[in-house]
């Protein structure tokens, strides 16, 4: 009897170590990782820019609380602004915690604007976490049921669909802002049309709503930009980011850019751990190997290199709905559940993820060698091939 509560299922493996793209069980096998701790170890495991901030924070100051000044957060929230183009940051401590910060930034808006029920646009299939707020804001009726009463204050619209969006704006006079994620991650990897968030952005300034990205999956470089806004034309009101941002050290931050960077005042907001030295090292390392090197470029031209290969070694495969993705986001949807596809894989030496039932998912860092991107992307083809569904 596990005295663990019993939220992910079984767990069938044990991993006890990770260096650069591949992590080792406990039997002492080896994995190529294409999944990345879910997007979050882009920088691959043990990173050294990392392990040496972790190590010299941890000898010298691991935690103060927000009463104090922390220099490390300023460091890190200097260099999320400047990488950004935002004008301020809050840390959280996850991914959840952040979007909840732009949910209440979007509603103090609101209320002060004289807005008393403020709502919030969101998607269908979107995922935005797991606390009351961002379940609620979240597309899938499987992870609400049984956790009603959900929150007021959110209406839904198809993802990538600008003309949904206008029928709301028509139905409801208290709407303040739009939260979507530039590309669905546990959605199934949905890539919206290059105009959509153009145009959602052009929406949000006739009706004066905040924009409010969430790039906790698609940030910190993987999409091939820094953040997904940046293959764009425009700056969004908020962006939330955490996963990859410390690669594997818990860090979130919901960063704010005009108006809405100045809506929380002192006691509006905070959080014990949020923004502590030991998270904030880590951060500065991740951002400082990003942008002083080539490797948001290489996520670039290895991803549309993957993309090119999947769909070259796939083409007129029949279980192949979909292949498509941005960056070190691939998705490869076939026509039936596929989740078995996770264990085989496992045996032939790749950790991959299948999300939204029939969509295998790729995450992997952004360091993986020729031989090792190879060696994945022939891996998952073979899968594919070979796969006889059973439903
Ligand atoms: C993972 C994820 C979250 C939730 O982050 P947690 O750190 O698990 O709370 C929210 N939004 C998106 C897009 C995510 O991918």
Redesign the pocket.
Known sequence: MSTLMNTYGERTLTLTKGAGSRVWDDAGNSYIDGISG??VCGLGHSHAAVTRALSEQANTLLHVSNLYNIPPQKVLADKLCAVSKMDKVFFSN????A?EAAIKIARKYGNDKGINTPTIVVMNSA????TMA?LTATGNTNAQKGFEPLLPGFVRAPFNDIAAIEVLAAEHKNIVAVLV?PVQ??GGVRVPDDTYLPELRDLCNRHEWLLML?E???GNGRTGTYFAYQHYDFMPDVV?T??GLGNGVPI?ACLAHGIAADVFAPGNHGSTFGGNPLACRAAEAVIDTLTESQLISTVAQRGAQMLQAFRDKLAGNELVVDIRGKGLMIGIELEHPCMELVAEARKAGLLINVTAGNTIRLLPTFIMTDDETDTLVNGVVELIQNFQPTE
């Open positions: 879910i997007a996850s991914g959840a915690e979007n995922f935005h976490g797991r961002t994620e991650g546990e969430d906790i999956q698609t939330t955490a996963k979130g």
